[in-house]
């Protein structure tokens, strides 16, 4: 049987080989050839012109206009789209006009939405586990004002309402100011700040994107953005039929504009990609013919709406005569009283002050006062040294932190301490460590945290060379505060720790200022609920003679403030000029100012807070200023209802010739 193979092993050689490769030709590529027919382009409805809608162009388009340059290049998913400057972010979410298309569609939309919200109320963003403080929502607090409340409203809904698509895109345009890998670096940032702060891996690790969403599809679904896409080409055929026309070789140059301009803006950023224009479209799935014809759609929708935009006029004329009789500005010299008293206890709080200032002989108003030493005799508190230095400061809670598991656990288990956790947090007293153990691994997390912080506190007692550290490794800046009589300069607050450098006097001591005694001599008065009317202040029993004087010489040195002396001038009018416009708040001195003439005085006016003024009006004045800035506002204004309007007007016509097809893929795609 061998030497039979022998002989004739050419031949098998020859039939194997001929099998081989017919089986390869006729069946290995048939997979192929269906997955083509598979893909195979269809119609899925009309545009309101007639023409046919097919699945590829809207999907192409959804593609498209999917991601952004705004998009963080850092983020999960779809990379961002260089060439497309914000469609969906500012066509359609700023200028408002997504709100009507999810308005009309919103029964189809909101499946997508409701998985949305799920996600959304799961959501808690970052915070170290050992220090609350360095967190997302203090940054974003910080830097992105308002982000927070948007937050807190998507949370807050119970079920995906149009009120909830109104949150979700804020939040998609406020995110788009910082993107997760900043937060990500400045949060790091911050950590290095506290060398003595656990590292936590999720910070390193974990998605920092507000709900985990980054791309429009995340935070709307792809039902919305095929609705836009589909709205595009309908208004790109709408604006065909009105004679608008754009030109492949035109959208090639917007196209290519728009990646330069991104490039640009990514090399002042100096985070430029190493990519050409060509190669940035292959890696979103497009050439450059096609690129184009999707962004011609795009162009004929923007030149479209636009247009209905730009028509908006704005007449000058009406801002002019607003612009006069607004502008109009008085100018006024105004006199009041920095003190202001207006309750029983207020005025118990001011004649305190007086008596232990100013000598007995004194009434009324004061005049002549006490020197510092005779004040402090008298109520010591009054008298303050304010001391200048480089403080490093720690909390008691911080420091805690540097005890490890296993020095927590063994405080806990000791005998000693175990006996006072039972008497505090009621646990079972047993008599062994491992069944101390074994409680503390199971008891409510809540209460284990409680047990963990009472036993860091009792550690920082027991280690004061901890504190040593701390301080040593602390940032020190530079302090001031005020000591009463002869205290000692130390700083002093419940739970913190202080180390204090380079002590200065920076103002030896002196009378604090009524405002500056407040507190101190609330304390020493107590509470008053006596009766109070404006005629015990004792600045209105002075008000009519201040008025008098001054009418003579506006600059009357007994009754004007001269800036030398901050005990005396507290009881003296403070004077500045001041131009008052017909928007400004002071109700009171616009109401007169206006209808007075110049070089009059006004009546003495008495506020509800206690504060008593009045002003000589000195001139009255136009202000010619421009109103381009009105009239931009205007015009804006203007032209977003114009959009808001057409686009209704568009989608009735639409709805009723069926020309938006949601979802656009059948349930067996």
């Known amino acids: ?55 590829s162009e809207v999907q192409k388009l959804s593609r498209f206009i999917a991601t952004d340059r705004e998009d963080s290049m850092e983020g999960r998913g779809l990379s961002p789209n260089f060439c497309n400057d914000g469609v969906i972010r500012y066509d359609f979410l700023k200028d408002r006009l997504a709100d009507l298309l999810v308005k009309e569609y919103f029964d189809v939309l909101k499946e997508d939405f409701s998985s949305r919200l799920d996600k ?36 807050s809904e119970s079920e995906p309402t149009l009120a909830f698509f109104n949150h979700l895109s804020r939040l998609y345009q406020l995110q788009g100011r910082l993107s997760p890998e900043t937060l990500r670096r400045i949060l790091i940032y911050q950590h290095q700040q506290y060398p003595t702060l656990r590292v936590d891996q999720k910070l390193v690790q974990d998605d920092l994107s507000v709900f985990g969403f980054h791309t429009a599809s995340d935070w709307f679904g792809h039902d919305f953005i095929d609705l836009v896409a589909e709205f595009i080409l309908n208004s790109a055929a709408a604006a065909s039929e009105k004679g608008y026309t754009v030109s492949l070789e035109e959208a090639k140059g917007d196209l290519i504009h ?61 801002y002019k005569d607003f612009a006069s009789y607004a502008k109009e500005t008085a100018v006024v010299q105004k006199y009041q009283w920095q003190m202001r008293i207006q309750s029983a206890q207020d005025l118990a709080e001011l004649n305190l002050y007086i008596r232990s200032i100013a000598p007995k002989s004194e009434k009324g108003l004061p005049t002549a006062f006490l020197s510092v030493s005779e004040v402090e005799k008298k109520f010591p508190a009054l008298v303050q040294t304010t001391y200048l230095a480089n403080v490093a400061e720690v909390s008691k809670k911080q420091v805690g932190l540097t005890a490890t598991v296993k020095q927590l656990l063994q405080w806990q288990t000791d005998d000693k301490n175990w006996a006072q956790l039972v008497r505090q ?66 700083l002093q607050k419940e739970g913190t720790f202080y180390s204090i450098e380079d002590l200065k006097i920076v103002e ?66 403070i004077r500045n000029e001041q131009s008052i416009s017909r928007t400004s708040k002071e109700n ?62 568009l989608l009735q016509t639409v709805k009723m010739k069926n020309a938006i097809v949601i979802p656009v893929q059948r349930g067996d795609e």
């Open 258 to 318: 728009r990646f330069q301009e991104t490039m640009q803006k990514l090399a002042a950023a100096k985070i430029k990609p190493d990519v050409s224009f060509h190669q940035h479209l292959r890696s979103l799935g497009f050439d450059e013919r096609s690129a184009a014809e999707v962004w011609q759609k795009v162009l004929l929708f923007r030149r479209y709406f636009h247009d209905v935009g730009g028509a908006a006029f704005v007449d000058s004329l009406p």
């Open 1 to 55: 049987m061998l030497e039979f193979f022998r002989k004739y092993q050419r031949y098998f050689f020859l039939v194997t080989t001929v099998v081989v490769i017919a089986s390869f030709t006729l069946f290995g590529t048939y997979d192929t050839f269906a997955k083509g027919e598979e893909k195979e382009d269809r119609i899925i409805g009309r545009t309101i012109s007639g023409s046919a809608m097919m699945l």
């Open 425 to 490: 947090f009621s646990l079972p007293s047993v008599p062994t460590k491992d069944e101390r153990f074994a409680i503390l691994a199971t008891i409510d997390p809540i209460l284990r945290a409680k047990i963990d912080e009472l036993t860091r506190e009792r550690l920082v007692d027991q280690n004061p060379s901890w504190v040593e550290e701390a301080l040593a490794s602390a940032p020190r800046v530079e302090k001031i505060w005020s000591i009463s009589g002869n205290e000692e300069p130390t």
């Open 588 to 649: 009171w001195m616009k109401e007169q100012a206006f209808m007075m003439l110049p070089d009059f005085w006004s009546p003495i006016h008495v506020a509800d807070d206690g504060e008593i003024s009045f002003f000589y009006l000195q001139e009255k004045k136009v202000t010619h200023e421009p109103i381009l800035e009105s009239l931009n506002f205007g015009k804006e204004t203007l032209a977003a209802d114009a959009k808001a309007y057409v686009t209704e007007r």
């Open 508 to 573: 030896d001591k002196h009378i604090l200022r009524f405002e500056d005694a407040r507190e101190i001599l609330a304390e020493r008065i107590g509470k008053v609920d006596e009766a109070f009317t404006v005629e015990n202040n004792p600045f209105s029993s002075v008000a009519k003679a201040a008025y008098d004087a001054l009418q003579k010489n506006p600059m009357d040195s007994n009754w004007v403030q001269s800036g030398n002396n901050p005990i005396q001038d507290q009881f003296k009018l």
């Open 120 to 155: 959304a109320k799961r959501f808690r963003s970052y915070a170290h586990p050992d220090a609350p403080f360095l967190s997302a929502k203090t940054i974003w607090e910080h830097l992105i004002p308002g982000l927070n409340q948007e937050i807190a409203a998507v949370q």
